[in-house]
C-alpha cells in the first residue's frame, strides 16, 4: 500500500464509529487522526492542519454543529473541508441535509452524511470533496 500523504481528523464520541471511517480511509492511502469530543477536534485540527475532517453531529459536550461553526470562525481552520456525519435521521426519523444545515447556523459542510455511512459511499464523498 502506498503511503497516505493526506491527513483526515475524525470526529466522534464513539470509538466503534472512529474506528470504522478509520479502515475505510486507510484503505484510500488517507492517514487519520482522531478526537474523541469537540474540544479535542479543535486543537487538533488548529495544530495539524488536517486536508480533510469528518465531523459526528451528536457528541456529549459540545455538537457537532457548534465545532463547525468555530471552525469556520477560526482562520486556521475556515478553509479545510468538513463531511458531517450523523446518525440523526436513523434515531428520529429526522433528516438534516447540508443546505438546511447553512441555513441554520450560516455555513454549510462540502458534504453530509447519514449513519450507518456505507464504505463505498464514504469513498466516493471523500474523492470528490478532495479529488
Not at 483526515?8 to 492517514?31: G, H, P, Q, T, Y
Not at 474540544?39 to 455538537?63: C, N
Not at 478553509?79 to 446518525?87: A, F, K, L, S
Request: with cysteine.
Amino acid at each position: 500500500m502506498a503511503e497516505a500523504t493526506r491527513t483526515a481528523l475524525v470526529v466522534d464520541d464513539e470509538a466503534v464509529a472512529r474506528d470504522f471511517v478509520r479502515a475505510i480511509l486507510e484503505s484510500i492511502n488517507w492517514k487519520v487522526i482522531e478526537a474523541p469530543d469537540g474540544q479535542t477536534a479543535l486543537k487538533s485540527a488548529a495544530e495539524q492542519k488536517p486536508q480533510l475532517i469528518l465531523l459526528d453531529v451528536q457528541m456529549p459536550g459540545e455538537s457537532g454543529f457548534s465545532v463547525f461553526a468555530e471552525l469556520r470562525e477560526n482562520q486556521a481552520t475556515a478553509d479545510i473541508p468538513v463531511i458531517m456525519v450523523t446518525g440523526v435521521a436513523e434515531k428520529t426519523g429526522i433528516k438534516f441535509s447540508g443546505k438546511e444545515m447553512g441555513e441554520f447556523i450560516g455555513k454549510e459542510p462540502e458534504a453530509y452524511l447519514e449513519k450507518p455511512v456505507d464504505p463505498e459511499t464514504l469513498k466516493s464523498t471523500v474523492a470528490s470533496v478532495c479529488p
